[in-house]
């Protein structure tokens, strides 16, 4: 069936595989079964809704509400809810249940859910199992990690974003199981790689884009198993590393240079219709040993997932984002983190293992909620309020039919509910839009602050090459060429440069995301034709893009 849009206007279709997983991941509570409604929304709004919730970059001092000390927190200073620290959240000098109120029929339950949100303490950052890595975000199981947001099983990483079971990358983005990479976007199963993008299993190389299986090579585009090439030339091993050592790759000057050959070269290859390797009848990109899935984005071994994306070990779920846990999930809708989970609705950042938890918020290793935000290892609540096993069976029923008839059922939190002005989120860069577009739809814009720091004495020129900087640039303050923010090179960043023999970077975190994320293929799909055999095929590159598109069998027939 097909259905418009409640946010955009547009028409998109409500397939019969939606349906039978819709009815799939409805509740079942007792012998009832709560049938979920058909979406309101397009995928694209209801991705944009719940982006709207997910601070990865922005980190603010403040104090710590329950112990007084100064933290570092995703939430600034201004939210309307008690802000612990980590350890002090999970400690036991406060209990969720005490914040439970009763359930109220005389008023929607999204009113009373958002009383809720705005008093149930939170926790400054989400770091779980980590060491040394207090100024990161959304981090599992990594240790000596420093500013990288989405942070998975990582050791001695900086500088990224959604980087997972990887060591020693710096500025890195969707880089998986790599290690001494530096400035790679959607690098997977690479070693000692720089200033390069859609590769995989890749080593010792430079400035490569699409390509696979290549080593010591510089400057290449398009290449499969090939060794000792510069932009795309073959020479002897000797030559290639004569050639190599008069590039001085440690000099910013020829960085520059080899940008812009390898620019030159880009665009003129084959490229497969998705990234990623071994799949199965999958659309969307960036998919790796998946199965079944319909739009979507960076995930890693799942199975029968429609428009997912950044999620590992998955099945039977949509409309899902972000879980860095092998053990996935299952039977999940439209929620937010949630690793570990089964039949999870409407849920933000419940973890550890919980099920059949719907609309809950920061709940851990819970079971049977309904409606509940910051609990631990609890059942059968309500409102965060305890009740019996046929208690919460009775009364659970009772509120979603008031929240049909209201319209609420089956949506995701109200924009309202988000603690975050819409740029600050990563929603913000998958859906970008201008303050005036923002404020017109009711929804927060965050004022940017100036850098607290003053900036003392006169602007620092860094050298070209990195054999020329000497350790005190550690205690200067640098001001980013783009946008005029300060930023600092940290010893271990130093101690890194100097080992990989690259220059400093001249531009502050913030904007080297920003022109990294520029690099990504969008999250949309285009209908083309393949240019071998004339296949139906949708890929996320646009039309107009002037690389050759094959389909996957094409691809692999032709290039390899």
């Known amino acids: 069936m097909h259905a418009s849009c409640s946010t955009c206007g547009s028409s998109f279709e409500v397939t019969k595989r939606f349906q039978e997983l819709l009815s799939n ?4 509570i007792g012998a009832v079964h709560l049938d979920l409604p058909f979406p309101s929304r397009c995928p694209d709004c209801r991705r944009q809704q719940r982006l709207m919730f997910r601070n990865f970059f922005h980190l603010y001092h403040r104090t710590c509400d329950l112990s007084g000390k100064k ?3 995703v939430y600034d200073k201004n939210v309307s809810f008690p802000v612990y620290e980590m350890h002090d959240w999970w400690g036991d000098a406060w209990d969720g249940l005490s914040y439970g109120e009763e359930v109220n029929p005389s008023i929607a339950f999204f009113e009373q859910l958002a009383r809720l949100h705005r008093t149930v303490p939170r926790m400054n950052l989400t770091n779980v199992l980590c060491e040394n890595t207090d100024y990161c975000n959304m981090s599992l199981q990594s240790r000596n990690c420093y500013l990288v947001f989405g942070n998975v099983s990582n050791e001695n990483c900086a500088y990224g974003h959604i980087v997972w079971q990887s060591q020693n990358c710096f500025d890195c983005m969707y880089t998986y199981r790599s290690a001494f990479c530096y400035e790679c976007i959607d690098c997977v199963q690479c070693h000692t790689l720089s200033f390069s993008r859609d590769c995989d299993n890749c080593s010792s190389s430079s400035f490569l884009v699409h390509c696979t299986g290549c080593r010591d090579c510089f ?3 398009g290449l499969k198993n090939k060794e000792h090439h510069i932009f795309n030339e073959p020479h002897s091993q ?4 004569s050639m190599l050592a008069q590039l001085n790759a440690g000099s910013f000057a020829t960085i520059a240079l080899a940008r812009e050959r390898v620019r030159e070269l880009t665009g003129k290859e084959v490229v497969k219709e998705y990234h990623g390797f071994g799949c199965e009848n999958v659309t969307g990109d960036y998919l790796y040993n998946c199965k079944n899935i319909e739009e979507g984005y960076d995930l890693k071994n ?3 997932c429609l428009f997912c994306a950044t999620m590992e070990s998955l099945k039977d779920t949509a409309d899902c984002n972000f879980s860095g846990a092998t053990n996935g999930g299952e039977l999940c809708y439209h929620s937010l983190s949630v690793g570990g989970g089964y039949r999870i609705l409407s849920c933000h950042n419940c973890m550890n293992a919980c099920a ?3 609309y809950c918020d920061s709940c851990y290793a819970c079971k049977d909620c309904f409606g509940c935000a910051g609990l631990k290892n609890k059942r059968h609540c309500i409102l965060n309020r305890q009740y019996t096993q046929k208690e919460y069976e009775r009364i659970v029923p009772e509120i979603v039919e008031r929240m049909r008839t209201a319209g609420e059922w ?5 924009h309202a ?5 819409y740029n600050e989120t990563i929603a913000s860069q998958y859906f970008a839009l201008t303050e005036q577009d923002v404020r017109g739809r009711g929804w927060r814009w965050k004022k940017e602050e100036a850098d607290e720091e003053q900036y003392l004495g006169p602007d620092i020129t860094l050298p070209d090459d990195v054999r020329d900087v000497d350790d005190a640039i550690t205690q200067k303050i640098l001001r980013c060429e783009t946008t005029g923010k300060l930023y600092k090179i940290t010893p271990q960043e130093l101690k890194f440069y100097r080992e990989m023999k690259l220059p400093l970077p001249r531009k502050c975190f913030d904007q080297r995301q920003k022109e990294r994320f520029a690099q990504r293929n969008p999250r949309h799909l285009w209908s083309r034709a393949c240019a071998e055999c004339g296949k139906k095929i949708q890929t996320t590159y646009a039309p107009e893009r002037p690389e050759t598109v094959f389909c996957e069998r094409c691809y692999l027939e032709t290039v390899y």
Request: hydrophobic fraction near 35%; charge should be negative; glycine fraction near 10%.
């Open 71 to 73: 933290i570092l927190s």
């Open 302 to 304: 799942c199975e029968d």
């Open 410 to 414: 089956g949506e995701f939190f109200p």
């Open 356 to 358: 059949s938890l719907t």
């Open 219 to 221: 400057g290449c585009v």
């Open 417 to 421: 509910f988000s603690p975050f002005g």
């Open 25 to 28: 991941a409805s509740p079942r």
């Open 238 to 241: 000797d030559v290639y590393r």
